[in-house]
């Protein structure tokens, strides 16, 4: 094997950070290299060094791709050495179609400069046959899922003739199946001579496909773990990473579930553009004081439906079915009505559902408890902000100030500004839904600890998330969602990682 | 080395709307010299008031306008129509000027019920739905003057925008009663950062040092009696600056302390975010437009009065002066971000500009080239100031 990259210290700086201080990272040809560290460690500001997105000059040290060093100015240079870098946020076209986006920059040309739309199509499909997904090159990019739009990225990142993938957390939106997809997809390219390097929060993905791992942590090289050779477990990585032992993954806790608080029936909810198709089938549940109750399922199951239909009608139409706190019927037609009754919806998507970037962390927490705050429509500033000063220091958002923009905070101090605000609503029910997506370890740990503070003071809590092991590690009961239907539930002592997939897969019984 | 991190952040937040209080002093400066201090002659500081307070008026609405998201493209439409309708009801009807005020209003309340109707309920984006309302106001404008120009208006209407209060307390030279109702209002304001002051320290919020805090009142305060003694040396108090002062304290007031206010932010930063924190948007985003056909109400019996009639054309590209003052202030193109006090300052520093260079006697060619790239040139401000912001992180 012989090195295809060689980033030799690597120090790039931001006005008052150092990003990166003299990273090093070396790559060997053909092999599938991953990188972890907790966010904010500097992995992300590392691929965009290297692929030129911070170009030559922005940074010290020497990058040396395959055996010279390279200066890149702009992606394209790094690009035309065949280095391609896909963001976590896909960068597809949705209105176009899967041919025109695989080339997009790169068009087919041919007799006098125009495109040549059979070359482009049928070149396009010999790529999709690549990645192996079956879609026609016709097909807008908007129709597919997250799943196959990734595919597509990496069928485009080899229509330029990829010698480098980097891949910026690829799984990160996947269910199960299509990681699992993607990740066969990598050792197939690594068979055709493709180097990936590969960032990723899971680490049971990496120590599944990983050939080495290089960890990062504050803007510096930690290790680099030859996954082969030294029989790397996960706690091993996490060590790396954190710099300390995490024991449990999951802070101990003991439910002391009282009556029950919410009671779900017969919910049933229809797509809002596609009256025909059910979402959410008849689906019923309940949720004590104090308990922290766990929805599992694939994505397109139906748990973000099921939580945002119950949260003021947010999503779906033709809703029916009955709600109960407390024993009694209620109504949540509006979001309005349903923070009135005690109900707290926590978005799965943080930015752009969750929080108002371009303001402050004061007026993110206040936002949806004006009320408690005015008098006769006027807001009382200054208790709103002793209220924020509050939950900065209990939930220990790592900010100096409360005037802070909420669009600079880490992803876990988001997250944390964005459960003050629910919390500051004084909910009896707390609906999460995946509260710990896109944050790292460390962060991880805070917010299932602030969760069992909150069942331990009487919440009821429903978790929804895509990682099985979490849902273990901190629900006291599990219901399994599957194609818009609830096929079970397991008490924490006997769900397992098997028995919840098998419940989360289970096909509509001789219907 | 947090407190100074916090101190920087609160100093880049502060730049786009301090940059504008710069610029706005370094333009009022650079034209009084090209001017040889014409600019700040009693008389002409009284016609600067004058000639832009319809437009200030327009821009209170508008930026709120902005802040949410939207923009309302009929605002110079509305400012005929109700207009039209003053003319009519008081000149051709004979009634009392008052009257003609409440149907103006009233119209003015009703166009804006009806935009705010198609862009909250139906959901169609305000720009088409007021470039439509832009159309339909000026053909409603010449059915209602049936085609030619109402004047003039009674003495009473006229003193809307034309009349001063003066002498009330006699003068020698200058004016004393509008000096005293200045002192008042400074005396206030005074008070009102006095008081907030002390509240801040009593939640322990931090503030600037007292001297500092002094210092910055006793400048905002000669700066004040400085413009209001002008003003006493000409004609006195307008009234139509009463009208202004008002109504720029009382948006200022909805903007930044009311819940009303808080949701147009919220609105116009994340619309999901605010939908899913219970904020009843249809709701606000009613109201909003409702709001500004009240404004463009005001600015039109105010343009009807200074102009001492109705015309089929009136208020024609008020829409995009009122729109540029709200961008030359620092209101976000993509909504979310924006002040009244801002886009007032940007209003002037138009009417400034315009009112320097016709004392210059500059071609208007020229003037309308040179506000172009002033537009041009703040919001361009404006995004490399986010980029800044955001390459910091």
Known sequence: MSTILEMQSITKTFPGVKALQDVNLVVERGEIHAICGENGAGKSTLMKVLSGVYPHGTYDGRILFEGEEVAFGSINDSEDKGIVIIHQELALVPYLSV???????????????????????????????????????????????????????????????????????????????????????????????????????KLNEIAEIADSTTIIRDGKTIETLDMLRDGVTQERIIRGMVGRDLEHRYPPHESTPGEEVLRVEDWTVHHPTQPDRVVVDNA??????????????????????????????????????????????????????????????????????????????????????????????FVNGNEEIKVAEDYRKSMNIKSPTVMALAGKLSGGNQQKVVLSKWIYTDPDVLILDEPTRGIDVGAKYEIYTIINRLADQGKAIVVISSELPELLGICDRIYTLAFGRVTGQLPRGEATQESLMELMTKERENA | MTAVAGLKDIFTRNLR???????????????????????????????????????????????????????????????????????????????????????????????????????????????????????????????????????????????IAGGFLNGILGGNGFDVFTLV????????????????????????????????????????????????????????????????????????????????????????????????????????NFWIFVNMGFLAAVAGVVYSSRSNGAQPQAGNMFELDAIAACFIGGASTTGGVGRVTGAMVGGLIMGVMSNGMQLMGIDQSVQQMVKGLVLLLAVAFDIYNKRRAGAAR
């Open chain 1, 99 to 201: 041919a025109e986006n695989i080339f997009l920059g790169n068009e087919q040309r041919g007799a006098g400069g125009l495109i040549d739309w059979n070359r482009t199509n049928a070149e396009a499909a010999q790529l999709l046959a690549r990645v192996g997904l079956d879609e026609l090159p016709v097909t807008p990019v908007g129709q597919l899922g997250v799943g196959k739009q990734q595919l597509i990225e990496i069928a485009k990142a080899l229509s330029k003739k990829v010698k480098l993938l980097i891949l910026d957390e690829p799984t990160a939106a996947l269910n199960d199946n299509d990681s699992e997809h993607l990740l066969e997809l990598l050792r197939q390219l690594k068979d055709h001579g493709i180097t990936s390097i590969m960032i990723s929060h």
């Open chain 1, 284 to 377: 019923s549940f309940s949720v004590r004081a104090g308990e922290i109750v766990g929805i599992a399922g694939l994505m397109g199951a139906g748990r973000t439906e099921l939580a945002m239909s119950l949260f003021g009608r947010t999503y779906g139409s033709d809703i029916r079915g009955r709600v109960y706190l407390r024993g009694e019927e209620i109504r949540t037609r509006s979001v309005d009505e349903a923070i009135g009754h005690g109900i707290a919806y926590a978005t799965e998507d943080r930015k752009k559902y969750g929080l108002n970037l371009i303001e402050d962390i004061r007026t993110n927490i206040s936002a949806a408890s004006l009320r408690k705050l005015s008098r006769l429509g």
């Open chain 2, 17 to 159: 709307t301090s940059g504008i209080y710069i610029a706005f002093v370094a333009i009022i400066g650079l034209f009084t010299i090209l001017t040889d201090g014409m600019l700040l002659s009693p008389g002409n500081i009284t016609n600067i008031v004058l000639q832009y307070s319809y437009i200030l008026i327009l821009a209170i609405g508008m930026v709120i306008v902005i802040i949410a998201g939207h923009i309302d493209l009929s605002v110079g439409s509305v400012v005929a129509l109700t207009g039209a309708v003053a003319a009519v009801v008081v000149i051709k009807n004979g009634s009392p000027w008052w009257l003609g005020v409440l149907a103006a209003l009233a119209v003015g309340l009703l166009v804006g019920a009806w935009q705010g109707f198609w862009v909250a309920f139906v959901g169609i984006p305000a720009f088409i739905v007021t470039l439509a309302g832009m159309l339909l106001f000026r053909g409603m404008t010449l059915q209602v003057l049936e085609n030619v120009s109402l004047s003039p208006f009674p003495a009473a209407y006229q003193k």
């Open chain 2, 181 to 284: 109702i200045f002192a008042i209002a400074i005396a206030g304001y005074a008070f009102s950062q006095l008081r907030a002051r002390q509240a801040r320290i009593k939640y322990q919020q931090a503030v600037e040092s007292f001297p500092l805090f002094v210092l910055k009142l006793v400048l905002i305060a000669a700066v004040v009696m400085a413009f209001a003694y002008q003003l006493s040396r000409s004609r006195g108090l307008p009234i139509v600056l009463i009208i202004l002062g008002v109504l720029i304290l009382a948006y200022q007031i909805v903007t930044t302390k009311t819940v009303f206010g808080r949701h147009v932010y919220a609105i116009g930063g994340n619309l999901h975010a605010a939908e899913l924190s219970g904020v009843k948007v249809k709701k606000i």
